[in-house]
Every structure is written in structure tokens, then in C-alpha cells.
């Protein structure tokens, strides 16, 4: 019996369930020998259990092609995921207990063509309001969370969203074409911007990647630019790293639990010591 199998009380259960996640993982209708030999399943095993789902609507039986595929009750158990447990409801105690340990406001950000929308923000106590408040959309290269996701694309999908993306500046007056600075947050492990959105703040960002590993949305944390009571005070040459030093670890381990919400199987959030030591130099004027 495969390892996948033996960790649980009920095999069965378990069968059942790979069989719906990989007929969700497929491009297509798939062949039911092609799921018994992925899914290293007997034949006959195979066959049961899938005119099980298929009498339940859970899958649907194509006859001319001899393939199965998702049926509507999947569908319905994905659409009443979204209802009752949205991204929202997921982060919102991780993102307070995040600003408790920090004193610093919290933002859970998604990427909609080339805007960013804030979908939480956590203020800090005693932070004055920031532009960046629930349903404010901003331009995606202009924010930390934005820059993080976009930083998960792969250059054919930058250039879908950007058909030249060299030409796209990073910052309020010149700044790094967009590739390179993407590069620049892939090696580096987060985001920032300083004085970008809003004036006198500056924030830093982290990927919160689902199940796949796909970058799903952006978590940010912005403090003001002098925080001496927080423990940031730097030379504004220094501000971000001084920063990143402060709530790196805080950040990472929210966007792991975060991720561990979605499905993603649990892992330690990265060490920042083991991070590259490639913290941002002083930012454009």
C-alpha cells in the first residue's frame, strides 16, 4: 500500500480523496487506467471508487472517450469553500497577532491584472491611516505586496500583464526598469518600498504561495520611516535593512502560517539568517 495510504485510519477515504484532487490537478478528462497507474491504485479498486463519485456527481463520466473529469459537486464544494472560508476570514487572527508583536499596521494584498487589492489591513495602535485600507486598489509595481507578486510570475506572464516590461519604472521618478528589480526580490526572499505610497512610511513584503507554490497574495508590514520606539532607527541610507532586520521574522513566520491555512503542507518559515545578505542600498529619490 502506498505511504500516502498507510498514514491514515481509513484507506479508502484516502483513495477517494487523491482521486479527486488529481482529477482536479489534470488539463483534461483523464483515462481511469491513467489514474490507477498515477495514483499506484488497482484496477478494479480504480473503477469502484470511481462510479462512486461519479453517482454522487462528485466526478462525471465521459462514455465516447472513456475518461472521467470533475463533476458539479466538486465544483459546489469549491464555490462553498469561497463563501464561507475566504482569504479574509483566514488571515485576519494571524494579521492581528501579527501587529501585536510588531506595532506595526498589516496588509494581505491580491494581484488583479496590474493593480494590487488590499483585502485586509490591521492597524497598528496610534498609526495614523494609510491609503492602503480594504478595497483600495494601487498600481502593482508601485507596492511592496505588488512587487512580491509580481516577482512569483514567470516572464511570460509578466509580459501578458506588461508587453514591455522594461519600460515600467519602480519608483516615483526613475528607479529600476521592472525585471530587474523583480530579480532583485526573487534572490533577496521579500519586497519594499519606501515613501512610494505613502509619504513618511515605508513597508516590507512577503510571498504567502497556496499548495502549488503559486505566489496567491502579498503580506506586508509598514512602519512609519522614524520608529526609534520600535526598534528602527537608521540613517535613511539604511532605513529598509534596519527594517527587514526588525520584523523579517515575524513576517515569515505569518505568511508560513498563512500558507499552512491554504492548504500548504507545513514546513518552517525560512531562517533570515540563511537569507542572501543583499539588502536593498538607499532608495531612488
Do not use: K
Not at 484516502?14 to 483515462?31: D, M, N, W
Not at 526580490?185 to 521579500?190: K, Q
Not at 520606539?229 to 532605513?239: C, S
Request: hydrophobic share 40%; proline share 9%.
Amino acid at each position: 500500500m502506498p505511504a500516502a495510504y498507510a498514514r491514515v485510519q481509513v484507506p479508502a477515504a484516502a483513495q477517494v480523496l487523491a482521486i479527486l484532487r488529481y482529477l482536479g490537478q489534470q488539463a483534461g478528462p483523464v483515462s481511469a487506467s491513467a489514474v490507477a497507474r498515477d495514483l499506484s491504485l488497482p484496477r478494479s479498486t480504480t473503477y469502484h471508487l470511481l462510479a462512486a463519485l461519479v453517482s454522487d456527481g462528485f466526478a462525471v463520466h465521459l462514455p465516447e472517450e472513456r475518461r472521467y473529469a470533475l463533476g458539479a459537486t466538486a465544483h459546489e464544494l469549491g464555490t462553498g469553500y469561497a463563501r464561507q472560508a475566504p482569504l479574509q476570514r483566514i488571515a485576519r487572527f494571524p494579521l492581528r497577532g501579527l501587529v501585536a508583536r510588531t506595532r506595526f499596521t498589516a496588509h494581505l494584498a491580491v494581484l488583479q491584472g496590474t493593480d494590487v487589492i488590499y483585502v485586509i489591513e490591521e492597524r497598528a495602535p496610534r498609526q495614523q491611516p494609510l491609503v492602503t485600507d480594504a478595497g483600495i486598489r494601487l498600481p502593482a509595481h508601485r507596492t511592496a505586496s505588488g512587487r512580491v507578486l509580481l516577482a512569483g510570475m514567470t516572464g511570460a506572464q509578466l509580459r501578458a500583464l506588461y508587453p514591455d516590461p522594461g519600460a515600467v519604472r519602480s519608483s516615483r521618478s526613475s528607479g529600476a526598469g521592472l525585471p530587474g528589480l523583480l530579480e532583485e526580490i526573487r534572490g533577496r526572499g521579500y519586497a519594499w518600498e519606501e515613501n512610494e505610497v505613502t509619504e513618511g512610511f515605508s513597508s516590507i513584503a512577503v510571498p504567502v504561495p497556496d499548495r502549488s507554490g503559486h505566489t496567491v497574495a502579498g503580506l506586508t508590514l509598514t512602519a512609519p520611516n522614524h520608529a526609534p520606539a520600535a526598534g528602527i532607527e537608521a540613517a535613511p541610507a539604511h532605513r529598509i535593512e534596519a527594517m527587514a532586520d526588525r520584523v523579517l521574522p515575524d513576517l515569515l513566520r505569518c505568511a508560513a502560517e498563512l500558507s499552512r491555512r491554504l492548504g500548504a503542507r507545513p514546513r518552517p518559515a525560512p531562517n533570515v539568517s540563511d537569507m542572501p545578505d543583499n539588502h536593498p542600498g538607499p532608495a531612488a529619490p
